[in-house]
């Protein structure tokens, strides 16, 4: 299905009112380090503490009246749990969150906080499934986190902003899970900012987007065992993965080891509390994946909501 970049326009409009316009910040540290002019999207200072409520709330809000009555369901890591869960309370939407058992205790705090119904699953079993089984018993509409153009239209309003109060850009660096926020940012890209390279950027462990795009077939990665627990996607989705062939323009893999010491240098040095996958883009940036030097750069920090117990005792580990 395709989405177009007057859909993202529409989107934003449509949330103005629910997310918060996030800044755009910049750091003489990181740009004496690249030799680019870099302007961050630090979507860890967003509502809920990720981009993931822009989508959410696009999506909620074209629901009919009586879809938002019976309510919805949505299966999610973390991050897109918390997204619905928040955006049904500020819309009056009931909602039914499907979590991994070993969820993140910061997110799945969180998503019940916001007043979700939690339903938790164990390692093997099929969470879509689960949550399709839940929508036909109570009649839920199902609120995918990346494969659905309002999902992806929502997820765009991020690059949009950026676009406007940056100006064009060389390059867009973007994480990269599942492929809606990359494919809703690459659509806003090549409308504000023609020339601009969109490359989206995964961890090495789970790399089927980096291999779909490279072999231009879907592939697929199993549990993939990494820190970014918001990209352990088991591949990009039916809608999200041709809008990533047609408007992204190149993919990077970071390793974990790698992904540590770019979260943790945002963290010392511009005081950006950014979770693993949130740090992705900027991770290929600060080691050096791609030739940035003279360059206007764009980079989407995605999210902020880290475990800070796991994180301390990683940073221990490595000092």
Known sequence: MEVAFDDVARAHERIRGQVHRTPVLTSATVDARTGARVFFKPENLQRMGAFKIRGACNALMQLSAEEKRRGVVAFSSGNHAQAVALAGRMLGVPRVIVMPADAPRVKLEATLGYGAEVV?????????????????????????????????????????????????????????????LLSGCAIAAKALSPACRVIGVEPAAGDDAVRSFRTKTLQTVQAPDTIADG????????ITFPLVLRHVDDMLAVTDEELLAAMFFLWERMKLVVEPTGALGACALLEGKLDAKGRRVGVVLSGGNVDLAWAAARLLRRR
């Open 231 to 238: 990209a352990r996607t088991a591949s990009l989705g039916r």
């Open 120 to 180: 938790r699953y164990e390692k093997g079993e099929d969470r879509e499934e689960l949550a399709r089984r839940i929508a036909a018993e109570r009649g839920l509409t199902l609120i995918p986190p990346f494969d659905h153009p309002h999902i992806v239209a929502g997820q765009g309003t991020a690059a949009k902003e950026l676009f406007e109060d940056a100006g064009a850009l060389d390059l867009l660096l973007v994480p990269c899970g599942g492929g809606g």
